[in-house]
């Protein structure tokens, strides 16, 4: 179609009616002005129109969402995204609009045709609602906020897709293995996994990534600039987002529930992750003997048993340890700090985990059972002890006598035999043993605790060794004569 163009200011119409409408723009006297802004206008009708900017009067209300407009054209635009009524198709991919504004936007994503530029940074922008939004970037305006957990966003869509993180909606999902996302774009990305593409090079070091983002933080490494800083504790982050994450810590906000059990994470990532141990999937496999994780940070640790490296050594005495958790345990033998304290007999624990798993010595609980026999133990290395008396495996040899044990604590308390170190002294007797273990027994023959009751004639005893002799005594077997 041959556009029409205005002989005067050389604006092109599509239509004859409209560049008559704009020709009267030019010839005929501007005797309309409105009386609020001063804004002229030629005809009446358009002045009236332009009125109901200032009063907020919207004559023309939708029957199907509620929603008013000022003009009933606007109305008619609008009542097309509830029919699905597209009138305007693009020429060049056929993508159709209901709104012809639309369209000639978009066929500017084909053109290049960028009419909007930030007069800040100089970056321009295909639609005018584009620019409007990045000036927040210079301005720090974010008006849309989380009615969940508070994180404001810029855009409105941002906040849209935001929210499904917090509802769990998915709609993108992977054609190859069925994984589905929130964002089209993290589908995008994910599709990269399959087909092995990275298109972000680091121009440092030639490393590659199939994330921009992941790239831009990659360089930091090189950088070290960490521009975001905690307020509380001074840790300082790369990105802002990590920044905001980690003031969860401080202020316990946990915004991701497991729909399973109901336990709650700071970050969706740690989420997912522990999602995995109800479904029992473990994606990270060892590429040496193939056994499986569901933490990454596992499986990297594990790979330490093969190359037998020990990150974390301890300044003290020079034991080193592959693991920071058991580092940091360790550390614990040093200072002797324990701030975990049992409520039933007062004994004291370095973490939170050791004190949970003394407490079901009181209540009983024996959550490790042995496949074999169905002999059951509250700590999952009693059981994994108890195992080698199946399979006969004794991992601790001495080096002195070559006797071998398949648990470490006999197996040190079996060295003592050789070094003759007694490091407990009883202040009653003076009395000394090789162990705590054994001195606490032993007070019990001076205060008359007697911790360990048979169960057939009520008799009790000072140590469980005597109460299992005293129980054959019921059961009539004679094994000394």
């Given at each position: 179609?041959?556009?029409?163009m205005?002989?005067?200011?050389g604006?092109s119409?599509h239509?004859?009616?409209g560049?008559?409408?704009?020709?009267?723009?030019?010839l005929?006297?501007?005797?309309?002005?409105?009386?609020?802004?001063?804004?002229?206008?030629?005809?009446l009708?358009?002045?009236?129109?332009?009125g109901?900017?200032?009063?907020?009067?919207?004559?023309?209300?939708?029957?199907?969402?509620?929603k008013?407009?000022?003009r009933?054209?606007?109305?008619?635009?609008?009542?097309?995204t509830?029919?699905?009524?597209?009138?305007?198709?693009?020429?060049?991919?056929?993508?159709?609009?209901?709104?012809?504004?639309?369209?000639?936007?978009?066929?500017?994503?084909?053109?290049?045709?960028?009419?909007?530029?930030?007069?800040?940074?100089?970056?321009?922008?295909?639609?005018?609602?584009?620019?409007?939004?990045?000036?927040?970037?210079?301005?720090?305006?974010?008006?849309?906020?989380?009615?969940?957990?508070?994180?404001?966003?810029?855009?409105?869509?941002?906040?849209?897709?935001?929210?499904?993180?917090?509802?769990?909606?998915?709609?993108?999902?992977?054609?190859?293995?069925?994984?589905?996302?929130?964002?089209?774009?993290?589908?995008?990305?994910?599709?990269?996994?399959?087909?092995?593409?990275?298109?972000?090079e680091?121009?440092?070091?030639?490393?590659?990534?199939?994330?921009l983002s992941?790239?831009?933080?990659?360089?930091?490494?090189?950088?070290?600039?960490?521009?975001?800083?905690?307020?509380?504790?001074g840790?300082?982050?790369?990105?802002?987002?990590n920044?905001?994450?980690?003031?969860?810590?401080?202020n316990?906000?946990?915004?991701?529930?497991?729909?399973?059990c109901?336990?709650?994470?700071?970050?969706?990532?740690?989420?997912?992750?522990h999602?995995?141990?109800h479904?029992?999937?473990?994606?990270?496999?060892?590429?040496?003997?193939?056994?499986?994780?569901?933490h990454?940070?596992?499986?990297?640790?594990?790979?330490h048993?093969h190359?037998?490296?020990?990150?974390?050594?301890?300044?003290?005495?020079?034991?080193?340890?592959?693991?920071?958790?058991?580092?940091?345990?360790?550390?614990?033998?040093?200072?002797?700090?324990?701030?975990?304290?049992?409520?039933?007999?007062?004994?004291?624990?370095?973490q939170?985990?050791?004190?949970?798993?003394?407490?079901?010595?009181?209540?009983?609980?024996?959550?490790?059972?042995?496949?074999?026999?169905?002999?059951a133990?509250?700590?999952?290395?009693?059981?994994?002890?108890?195992?080698?008396?199946?399979?006969?495996?004794?991992?601790?040899?001495?080096?002195?006598c070559?006797?071998?044990f398949?648990?470490?604590?006999?197996?040190?308390?079996?060295?003592?035999?050789?070094?003759?170190?007694?490091?407990?002294?009883?202040?009653?007797?003076?009395?000394a043993?090789?162990?705590?273990?054994?001195?606490?027994?032993?007070?019990?023959?001076?205060?008359?605790?007697k911790?360990?009751?048979?169960?057939?004639?009520?008799?009790?005893?000072?140590?469980?060794?005597?109460?299992?002799?005293?129980?054959?005594t019921?059961?009539?077997v004679?094994?000394?004569?």
């Amino acid at each position: 179609m041959t556009k029409k163009m205005c002989w005067i200011c050389g604006k092109s119409f599509h239509r004859n009616d409209g560049l008559k409408a704009h020709l009267r723009f030019h010839l005929i006297d501007k005797n309309t002005e409105c009386e609020i802004c001063g804004k002229m206008f030629i005809q009446l009708g358009h002045l009236k129109r332009h009125g109901h900017t200032h009063t907020g009067v919207k004559n023309y209300g939708c029957q199907i969402c509620g929603k008013a407009f000022t003009r009933l054209g606007n109305l008619k635009r609008h009542e097309n995204t509830h029919n699905g009524v597209k009138n305007y198709a693009c020429q060049i991919c056929g993508k159709a609009f209901i709104q012809l504004s639309h369209l000639k936007t978009h066929e500017n994503t084909h053109t290049g045709v960028k009419n909007y530029g930030c007069l800040i940074c100089g970056k321009a922008f295909v639609r005018v609602g584009d620019l409007k939004t990045h000036g927040t970037i210079h301005t720090g305006v974010k008006n849309y906020g989380c009615q969940i957990c508070g994180k404001a966003f810029n855009w409105l869509s941002n906040l849209k897709r935001h929210e499904n993180t917090h509802n769990g909606i998915k709609n993108y999902a992977c054609q190859i293995c069925g994984k589905a996302f929130i964002q089209l774009c993290h589908l995008k990305t994910h599709e990269n996994t399959h087909t092995g593409v990275k298109d972000y090079e680091c121009q440092i070091c030639g490393k590659a990534f199939n994330q921009l983002s992941v790239l831009k933080r990659h360089k930091h490494t090189h950088t070290g600039v960490k521009d975001y800083e905690c307020q509380i504790c001074g840790k300082a982050f790369t990105q802002l987002g990590n920044l905001k994450q980690h003031e969860n810590t401080h202020n316990g906000v946990k915004n991701y529930a497991c729909q399973i059990c109901g336990k709650a994470f700071i970050q969706l990532s740690h989420l997912k992750t522990h999602e995995n141990t109800h479904t029992g999937v473990k994606n990270y496999e060892c590429q040496i003997c193939g056994k499986a994780f569901i933490h990454l940070s596992n499986l990297k640790t594990h790979g330490h048993t093969h190359t037998g490296v020990k990150d974390y050594e301890c300044q003290i005495c020079g034991k080193a340890f592959n693991r920071l958790s058991v580092f940091i345990r360790h550390g614990h033998t040093h200072t002797g700090v324990k701030n975990y304290e049992c409520q039933i007999c007062g004994k004291a624990f370095p973490q939170l985990s050791n004190l949970k798993q003394h407490e079901n010595t009181h209540n009983g609980v024996k959550n490790y059972a042995c496949q074999i026999c169905g002999k059951a133990f509250i700590h999952l290395g009693n059981l994994k002890t108890h195992g080698h008396t199946h399979t006969g495996v004794k991992d601790y040899e001495c080096q002195i006598c070559g006797k071998a044990f398949n648990r470490l604590s006999v197996f040190i308390r079996h060295n003592h035999t050789h070094t003759g170190v007694i490091n407990y002294d009883c202040q009653i007797c003076g009395k000394a043993f090789t162990q705590l273990g054994n001195l606490k027994q032993h007070e019990n023959t001076h205060n008359g605790v007697k911790n360990y009751a048979c169960q057939i004639c009520g008799k009790a005893f000072i140590h469980l060794s005597n109460l299992k002799t005293h129980v054959i005594t019921h059961i009539e077997v004679k094994n000394y004569e």
